[in-house]
């Protein structure tokens, strides 16, 4: 287990270097995408539109936060990852095409998600669900918000942070992923359980 | 003060309890976890999440952005008054909080997809009612969040496979929805009833106390046995592996139809946020879960 800190753009090089359980941290700007924005980001692709932002080399976080708005500022309040499982459906499309290095979310992610890191060069890193209070005391500036029509839970959140983590990397671009190995030991595991409690299967 | 009036306060101040201070029989469960967990990573996440708890207390802040989806328990006295003003009091009480503690609003209309912005709407916050002796009328408010409920599951069993059947089930449940309802989780279970009847049980089974056990020793040892089958799982803190995957397991039930075995799972997730006062006919009011800290 290494401890890496690491400053946005994030080269694919940088990327490259972490493996599983190496613990992540992040300074510079992260962008929230949930559902509706990922599936918006990736419409906008296909019409040629330019995001409101470069992700290039930036990290992605799946979080939809509680925010407040005092005149023309916003402060995060509480900022914890929302499940990662429901961006499965776009997430390598999104890695491919906006050149994001670091995903940031909770609950893991597929083979494809993982095939797509291991082809671009990004990291999922796995921050605590619910620790919304952590997260949002590594962000030091919400710097903009895009897309605000879609709900604030939706919106593309521009964060500024610092050291925001830490992140569990449990799905590197080397094509290992720590969520399909528990995954792995819970299916044996699941065969004594049912001996135990006396059950066919 | 007018009834509707305290009842509107003391639905703002329970939600505004429940969204920031966790009860002390979770904390107490999730202190135990860390000091018991193997799994090195599983120990990062229970040390990352008991100190968002104590950051969430200092900074009076929400312990997690899902504030969740606003239900209301009402146990109402048969005798009080103004009863009929109550839902509009929570429905207050819930816009008032979504602005000023804040809460994430998280009511959307299912056809259109548009977020209402304070929480409220069709059915939103839901009022559950329970009429009982007396003339007290007690609010409880659970705050539960998409991940977790997105994994609950009811399902209709073979009743000739009666208690196995159910384990079965539980414990597939438990391995299906793996790191997705942030666990350590809560297992809400309820069988017999119906459809309905018992995935009601079982999200009302998440609101009892962690070390109260069932007060049927059969069922405290279906309560037990259970347990021990889910922190067996390896699925541990996050998903990332580790001996912790269930703080406790609550088993409820109703009679059933010959012909038919319901049962439900509920899960809550780690963040297990719950608060309940009393409110007295003249007005005073007892708060039971959490003493006043504002």
Known sequence: MTVYKFKTPISEEDARKLKVNDVLYVTGTIVTARDQAHKRALDFFKQGKPLPIDLTGLAVFHCGPVVSKDGDKWTAIAAGPTTSTRMDIFEDEFIKNFKVRVIIGKGGMGKKTTDAMAKHGAVYGAFTGGAAILAARAIKKVRGVEWLDLGTPEALWIFEVEEFGPLAVAIDSHGNNIFMDVQKKVEENKQKIYQKLGLTP | ?294
Request: with cysteine; proline share 5%.
């Open chain 2, 1 to 294: 003060m007018e009834k509707a009036k305290i009842v509107e306060t003391v639905a703002f101040n329970i939600l505004k309890q429940a969204v920031i201070y966790l009860p002390e029989d979770v904390k107490q469960a999730l202190e135990k976890a860390y000091a018991e967990e193997t799994s090195e990573t599983g120990k990062t996440q229970l040390k990352a999440i008991l100190d968002n708890i104590e950051l969430a207390e200092k900074h009076q802040a929400p312990v997690c952005q899902d504030t969740g989806t606003i239900i209301f328990y009402v146990k109402a006295g048969a005798e009080a008054e103004g009863l009929d003003k109550i839902e509009e009091a929570l429905v207050n009480a819930t816009r008032r909080a979504t602005k000023e503690v804040p809460l994430r609003p998280n009511a959307v209309d299912p056809f259109t997809g548009k977020n209402s912005g304070d929480n409220t709407g069709r059915n939103i916050p839901y009022v559950n009612w329970e009429i009982v002796d007396g003339e007290d009328v007690e609010l409880t408010v659970m705050t539960k969040g998409g991940g977790s409920e997105n994994v609950c599951i009811g399902g209709m069993l073979v009743p000739g496979e009666g208690i196995k059947g159910l384990k079965k089930f539980v414990v597939d449940a438990v391995i299906k929805a793996g790191a997705k309802p942030c666990p350590p989780n809560i297992l809400g279970i309820a069988i017999g009833g119906g459809a309905d009847i018992s995935m009601k049980l079982a999200k009302k089974a998440l609101m009892k106390p962690l070390n109260e056990p069932n007060s049927d020793p059969e069922i405290a040892k279906l309560e037990k046995e259970i347990f021990e089958a889910a922190n067996m799982t390896g699925i541990g803190p996050m998903g990332l592996g580790g001996k912790t995957t269930v703080l406790g397991v609550h088993i409820d039930y109703a009679y059933r139809h010959p012909a038919s075995f319901p049962a439900a799972v509920a899960f809550n997730c780690w963040a297990a946020r719950r608060a309940s006062a009393r409110i007295h006919a003249n007005g005073t009011v007892e708060y039971l879960t959490h003493k006043l800290k504002w």
